[in-house]
């Protein structure tokens, strides 16, 4: 984890654009990415020792991503962008846009697809 300032048993104020600012992550696949530009930026706010539990803002870049399955149960809140999954299984589609906030479960098998930059607030249970 490359932030340093990381809540630890207390409350925060989430910002769409942290004061600590957003550093550089490599969530995403290099080869995932669809256009020239490789943008991924990321601002943990909350953080347990061991990585199960997460919370931040994540920015990232157009790309195409195939999860078989997802690593991990996930809330999140769309702050701006599109991105669109798909199911693998029955191949249902949902994009997801500015002021949408949705859930995707650990081992869901989906394809992941960002169509323009996706800033989000997340949650993650590992």
Do not use: Q
């Amino acid at each position: 984890m490359k932030n340093t300032l990381i809540m630890k048993n207390t409350f925060s104020r989430f910002e769409v654009n942290p004061a600590a600012g957003m550093l550089p992550s490599n969530f995403t696949s290099p080869d995932a990415f669809t256009t020239d530009d490789k943008t991924e930026i990321n601002h943990f706010y909350f953080a347990t020792d061991d990585e199960s539990i997460l919370t931040g803002v994540w920015e990232c870049a157009p790309c195409k991503e195939v999860f078989d399955p997802y690593p991990v149960h996930e809330m999140m809140t769309i702050l701006s962008g599109s991105v669109t999954l798909t199911g693998t299984d029955d191949g249902n589609s949902e994009t997801f846009t500015t002021g949408d906030t949705f859930f995707v479960a650990k081992g869901t098998r989906c394809t992941w697809e960002i169509t323009e930059t996706l800033r989000k607030y997340y949650f993650i249970a590992a």
